[in-house]
């Protein structure tokens, strides 16, 4: 019961956080609040048993990274917009968010009429669709193999990259 | 533990609160954090199959994940203060009418 409450605590924390972070149109507010979701977000992970993730999330993410970030967005000014934001922009973040959430509001809602006691979720699926995906355990083995390393590198490449082109050919054909 | 539904429910609503602001808002820095929303979110769905099976191979993605994302933001971080201080950016103060003092 206590690890219930203090899920739906941590989980709503998490997702008000999130929403609030994609939603606010200064990168400021949007630090704290991506702070606060990360935060919630390593409650969960100690929930889980993964003490150690914990760890890492509270001092990697949330002590390093927000507080590298707060200072070099409030000290050096960097409100980026690399092309002015219309106000509207924010707002149909928060409608679309708001749309799924009232589905999945619903949906759990009525889970209790869909599903059968003791059944999960693929239940609902045809029968035998999930016959041909294999033991989580065995696709994780397979994931996780030696070429794990070089794949990882190729695609953390490959984001600042994107990040970068984008920032730089975006200001280009703006000026 | 909970059922694993609680989880990949938590999970899909911050995978998609990332991707609508991945694709919807223009500040990269808001772009940058929606990255890392979803990426978070993988990281729950890691840890919670591997609490499921009892399998730790999940906690070491969900780390590698962390590392990413930590790395992600600084460097990206760096890029953008780059990128802006070779070209100006408009900032939201930018704009004069009073509406856009507002501060939410």
């Given at each position: 019961?206590?690890?219930?409450?203090?899920?739906y605590?941590?989980?709503?924390?998490?997702?008000?956080?999130?929403?609030l972070?994609?939603?606010?149109?200064?990168a400021?507010?949007?630090?704290?609040?991506?702070?606060?979701?990360?935060?919630?977000s390593?409650?969960?992970?100690?929930?889980?048993?993964?003490?150690?993730?914990?760890?890492?999330q509270?001092?990697?993410?949330?002590?390093?990274?927000?507080?590298?970030?707060?200072?070099?967005?409030?000290?050096?000014?960097?409100?980026?917009?690399?092309?002015?934001?219309?106000?509207?922009?924010?707002?149909?973040?928060?409608?679309?968010?708001?749309?799924?959430?009232?589905?999945?509001?619903?949906f759990?809602?009525?889970?209790?009429?869909?599903?059968?006691?003791?059944?999960?979720?693929?239940?609902?699926?045809?029968?035998?669709a999930?016959?041909?995906?294999?033991?989580?355990?065995?696709?994780?083995?397979?994931?996780?193999?030696?070429e794990?390393l070089?794949?990882?590198?190729?695609?953390?490449?490959?984001?600042?990259?994107?990040?970068?082109?984008?920032?730089?050919?975006?200001?280009?054909a703006?000026? | 533990?909970?059922?694993?539904?609680?989880?990949?429910?938590?999970?899909?609503?911050?995978?998609?609160?990332?991707?609508?602001?991945?694709?919807?808002?223009?500040?990269?820095?808001?772009?940058?954090?929606?990255?890392?929303?979803?990426?978070?979110?993988?990281?729950?769905?890691?840890?919670?199959?591997?609490?499921?099976?009892?399998?730790?191979?999940g906690?070491?993605?969900?780390?590698?994940?962390?590392?990413?994302?930590?790395?992600?933001?600084?460097?990206?971080?760096?890029?953008?203060?780059?990128?802006?201080?070779r070209?100006?950016?408009?900032?939201?103060?930018?704009?004069?009418?009073?509406?856009?003092?507002?501060?939410?």
């Amino acid at each position: 019961m206590h690890g219930e409450i203090t899920f739906y605590l941590l989980a709503g924390i998490a997702i008000l956080g999130a929403v609030l972070a994609v939603t606010r149109r200064r990168a400021f507010y949007a630090s704290l609040y991506f702070g606060l979701s990360l935060l919630a977000s390593a409650g969960i992970f100690l929930q889980l048993h993964a003490p150690l993730l914990f760890v890492a999330q509270l001092v990697a993410m949330v002590c390093g990274t927000m507080g590298i970030i707060l200072f070099a967005v409030e000290v050096s000014t960097i409100n980026v917009a690399l092309v002015k934001e219309h106000r509207w922009r924010p707002r149909v973040a928060a409608f679309a968010i708001g749309v799924v959430s009232l589905v999945l509001i619903v949906f759990t809602a009525l889970r209790g009429l869909l599903l059968q006691p003791g059944e999960n979720l693929t239940a609902l699926l045809p029968h035998g669709a999930l016959a041909a995906v294999p033991r989580a355990a065995e696709l994780i083995k397979f994931f996780f193999s030696h070429e794990l390393l070089p794949l990882l590198l190729i695609l953390f490449i490959l984001l600042i990259g994107g990040v970068g082109f984008r920032a730089v050919f975006q200001k280009r054909a703006q000026d | 533990m909970l059922p694993i539904t609680h989880y990949l429910f938590l999970s899909f609503a911050l995978f998609f609160i990332g991707l609508a602001g991945v694709v919807i808002r223009h500040n990269l820095i808001v772009n940058l954090f929606s990255m890392d929303i979803i990426l978070n979110a993988a990281s729950i769905n890691f840890v919670a199959f591997s609490r499921l099976y009892g399998d730790a191979s999940g906690q070491v993605f969900a780390m590698l994940a962390v590392v990413m994302l930590a790395l992600e933001l600084l460097v990206a971080l760096a890029i953008i203060a780059a990128v802006c201080s070779r070209w100006k950016c408009a900032t939201p103060d930018e704009e004069k009418d009073l509406s856009s003092q507002l501060d939410y």
